[in-house]
């Protein structure tokens, strides 16, 4: 099994785990508690509502307050000059102040393949 498949089976079980309703979606309170959760995996980042609830509702497209796992699978740190060029192709991009992150949506394949 590769890495890929190993972070990919963690993060479900994280989703599963605050997913306490079983619904396949998690609510705004769900997901300041995932990302609470993982981030004190994370030396140094410190997440709060500053940060989650901006993130949440970007991803929430349809506004209806849930997020499914599919709809966020990998997270990466980008220059400018890639936000931009990733922004113009209406790809998710968060500026906050960790950095500018990619957000992809698609996972198990090679990025250029994106």
Request: aromatic letters at 16%; hydrophobic letters at 40%.
């Amino acid at each position: 099994m590769d890495n890929n498949s190993r972070e990919l089976k963690f993060l479900q079980q994280v989703f599963k785990k605050y997913d306490t309703y079983q619904t396949g979606y998690l609510n705004s309170v769900q997901f300041a508690k995932l990302i609470t959760s993982l981030s004190k995996q994370v030396s140094g980042l410190v997440v709060d509502n500053i940060i989650c609830e901006p993130v949440f509702a970007y991803y929430d497209k349809d506004n209806n307050n849930r997020l499914s796992f599919q709809e966020i699978y990998e997270w990466w740190l980008i220059s400018n000059w890639l936000a931009e060029r990733l922004k113009k192709l209406g790809e998710p991009v968060l500026d906050n102040n960790f950095g500018i992150w990619w957000g992809r949506c698609c996972t198990g394949q090679a990025i250029y393949m994106d």
